[in-house]
């Protein structure tokens, strides 16, 4: 944008040509992109919330099978032994954790930890071809930034496949919202 000095036939006085002004404008603008940069690296780090940071998921494998799915965000992680798993109607064998990656934490010393996702096959123990289940998870996870979440109960109902289905679609706990522009 430009601005431009207009003539009213006297003398300019001083201070008021268009070429000061410009500078004037110039420099108010460069002080008020440098004090906005600077305040937003004094801003607090936003954390996810937790249905965010440990987005759960399952889905239906086989009429005696579930996969439990947790997509963990950058720059978090869930403990190996803070998950428990549930279904209903019915019981589950013991599901197989896969090991974790040994971690010295602040708050609980040595432990196990997931990053990036977690997949875990959960079986059932009676056969339930076509039932609705709901699948029940407790977890608790941290972010680097030294923060710990309260352990958080998430759940989802799904239909297990028929003897011989295919595996059904990932249901989540947190269904992302869909926006009116998408």
Same mark, same amino acid.
């Given at each position: 944008?430009?601005?431009? /000095?207009?003539?009213? %036939?006297? /003398? =300019? +006085?001083?201070? &008021?040509?268009?070429?000061?002004?410009?500078?004037?404008?110039?420099?108010?603008? @460069?002080? /008020?992109?440098?004090? %906005?940069?600077?305040?937003?690296?004094?801003?607090?780090?936003? #954390?996810?919330? !937790?249905?965010?940071?440990?987005?759960?998921? @399952?889905?239906?494998?086989?009429?005696? &099978?579930? $996969?439990?799915?947790?997509?963990?965000?950058?720059?978090?992680? #869930?403990?190996?032994?803070?998950?428990?798993?549930? *279904?209903?109607?019915? &019981?589950?064998?013991? =599901?197989?954790?896969?090991? %974790?990656? *040994?971690?010295?934490?602040?708050?609980?010393?040595?432990?196990?930890?997931?990053? !990036?996702?977690? *997949? *875990?096959?959960?079986?059932?123990?009676?056969?339930?071809? %076509?039932?609705?289940?709901?699948?029940?998870? $407790?977890?608790?996870?941290? @972010?680097?930034?030294?923060?710990?979440?309260?352990?958080? #109960?998430? +759940?989802? &109902?799904?239909? #297990?496949?028929?003897?011989?289905?295919?595996?059904?679609?990932?249901?989540? /706990? @947190? =269904? +992302? +919202?869909?926006?009116?522009? !998408?």
């Amino acid at each position: 944008m430009g601005f431009y /000095a207009i003539l009213t %036939g006297s /003398a =300019p +006085k001083h201070g &008021t040509d268009g070429t000061r002004l410009v500078r004037l404008a110039r420099s108010t603008m @460069a002080v /008020a992109a440098a004090l %906005g940069v600077f305040s937003g690296m004094a801003a607090e780090p936003t #954390l996810l919330p !937790n249905e965010q940071a440990f987005a759960f998921s @399952a889905r239906g494998v086989d009429e005696r &099978t579930v $996969e439990a799915r947790f997509v963990i965000a950058d720059g978090y992680y #869930l403990y190996r032994d803070r998950l428990k798993f549930a *279904v209903e109607p019915g &019981t589950l064998g013991g =599901p197989a954790l896969p090991p %974790g990656k *040994v971690k010295e934490d602040q708050f609980f010393g040595k432990v196990e930890t997931y990053r !990036n996702q977690l *997949v *875990v096959k959960l079986p059932l123990d009676a056969a339930a071809p %076509g039932r609705l289940v709901t699948v029940s998870a $407790e977890s608790q996870g941290c @972010a680097d930034l030294g923060v710990c979440y309260p352990p958080q #109960l998430q +759940k989802v &109902t799904l239909s #297990l496949p028929s003897v011989g289905g295919r595996p059904g679609t990932p249901v989540e /706990a @947190a =269904p +992302k +919202k869909k926006s009116w522009l !998408n």
